[in-house]
């Protein structure tokens, strides 16, 4: 999900001409290579498509920093962390980053399930914390869905919900509730599904037919 995140705000910033910079971070340099190589390729589709010109593609990658230095991010604006689903890894990092990031930088979590308002608190400044979900693949995907707490500051909401558009995403709003909006909505769905086929009541081709002709799920 990082490398996907990464790549679509530096796309942003390269198509609208935005003269910002966006920093890749990862602890372990296997990781970080990996995801940059990943990126790369992603480019490399687009301008063999015709999608984005040779010199858009190498100012695309300019624009981005790869590091495993964690003091790069003292300086930034936003953050968006998309490591494992593992809330005492996350709460540490943020423990830690709310030490040494500048009093401005906004934190935002890219999970799908756990508590914005446990790691907002574990990063000792509540006000600047939001949830951004990002869906995968990033780069196809157009939603995103943005998290408030009961602490986050208004303005700093709004300035998360104005960078989702400027990356030429759709974000929507909602409280830090457990499964946010999508997977609130879709576990259930999930579970009557199976719950249907274990009953023996349809077939798992039967049960696609329907969500895919009268639901109109993909």
């Given at each position: 999900m990082g490398?996907?995140?990464?790549q679509t705000a530096a796309m942003a910033a390269t198509?609208?001409?935005?003269?910002?910079?966006?920093?890749?971070y990862e602890t372990d340099s296997t990781f970080l290579d990996k995801g940059k190589d990943r990126i790369q390729s992603s480019v490399d589709k687009l301008v063999s498509k015709e999608r984005l010109t040779s010199s858009d593609a190498e100012t695309l990658m300019n624009k981005i920093t790869f590091t495993t230095d964690k003091s790069a991010l003292n300086d930034t604006d936003l953050i968006v962390e998309a490591i494992i689903e593992n809330m005492d890894l996350k709460k540490n990092l943020y423990s830690e980053l709310g030490k040494e990031c500048k009093p401005s930088t906004i934190f935002a979590s890219n999970t799908s399930s756990l508590s914005i308002t446990e790691m907002a608190m574990a990063s000792g400044r509540p006000n600047k914390f939001v949830g951004v979900h990002f869906f995968n693949p990033v780069q196809i995907m157009k939603l995103v869905e943005v998290i408030r707490t009961d602490h986050t500051d208004p303005e700093v909401f709004d300035q998360c919900m104005q960078w989702v558009s400027d990356i030429n995403k759709v974000g929507v709003k909602c409280r830090d509730t457990p499964g946010f909006?999508?997977?609130?909505?879709?576990?259930?769905?999930?579970?009557?599904?199976?719950?249907?086929?274990?009953?023996?009541?349809?077939?798992?081709?039967?049960?696609?037919?329907?969500?895919?002709?009268?639901?109109?799920?993909?």
């Amino acid at each position: 999900m990082g490398h996907g995140i990464a790549q679509t705000a530096a796309m942003a910033a390269t198509k609208n001409n935005i003269h910002s910079s966006i920093i890749a971070y990862e602890t372990d340099s296997t990781f970080l290579d990996k995801g940059k190589d990943r990126i790369q390729s992603s480019v490399d589709k687009l301008v063999s498509k015709e999608r984005l010109t040779s010199s858009d593609a190498e100012t695309l990658m300019n624009k981005i920093t790869f590091t495993t230095d964690k003091s790069a991010l003292n300086d930034t604006d936003l953050i968006v962390e998309a490591i494992i689903e593992n809330m005492d890894l996350k709460k540490n990092l943020y423990s830690e980053l709310g030490k040494e990031c500048k009093p401005s930088t906004i934190f935002a979590s890219n999970t799908s399930s756990l508590s914005i308002t446990e790691m907002a608190m574990a990063s000792g400044r509540p006000n600047k914390f939001v949830g951004v979900h990002f869906f995968n693949p990033v780069q196809i995907m157009k939603l995103v869905e943005v998290i408030r707490t009961d602490h986050t500051d208004p303005e700093v909401f709004d300035q998360c919900m104005q960078w989702v558009s400027d990356i030429n995403k759709v974000g929507v709003k909602c409280r830090d509730t457990p499964g946010f909006i999508v997977n609130r909505l879709l576990v259930p769905n999930l579970m009557q599904a199976i719950a249907l086929v274990e009953r023996g009541d349809a077939s798992v081709k039967d049960v696609d037919l329907s969500m895919q002709l009268g639901a109109g799920h993909p």
